[in-house]
């Protein structure tokens, strides 16, 4: 069964940092773009920031773009997200997910994905 595990979310004061990780698991990494989602109470689903199959190419949301920085590692099969300078409008609940090149729509389309994390919660505080 694929398995995404998120981790590393927690609370921290605005300004600070985090990073979150996203291990996979019974999915062949190689051939899946991933990207990161965040989800605020009663706000709607939104995308966050995207990597091709590849690694090649970064796609982020204007919210995140000069803040955050998302890599994968092909060989811990993982892939992170690096939140510097956080503010309290990024508190949310994060999900990383999995897109299946073959089928990808768009990475910044949260339908184009296949498999989806539990998500890990990031609260920061003003």
């Known amino acids: 069964q694929v398995q995404l595990v998120e981790s590393g979310g927690g609370l921290v004061q605005a300004g600070g940092s985090l990073t979150l990780s996203c291990a996979v698991s019974k999915l062949d990494f190689t051939y899946y773009g991933m990207g990161w989602f965040r989800q605020a109470p009663g706000k709607e689903r939104e995308f966050v920031a995207a990597i091709s199959w590849g690694g090649d190419e970064r796609f982020y949301a204007d919210s995140a773009k000069g803040r955050f920085t998302i890599s994968r590692d092909f060989g811990k099969k993982t892939v992170s997200l690096q939140m510097n300078n956080l503010k309290p409008e990024d508190t949310a609940t994060y999900y990383c997910?999995?897109?299946?090149?073959?089928?990808?729509?768009?990475?910044?389309?949260?339908?184009?994905?296949?498999?989806w994390g539990q998500g890990t919660q990031v609260t920061v505080s003003s």
């Open positions: 997910a999995a897109d299946y090149w073959k089928t990808s729509i768009n990475l910044e389309m949260g339908d184009s994905y296949d498999f």
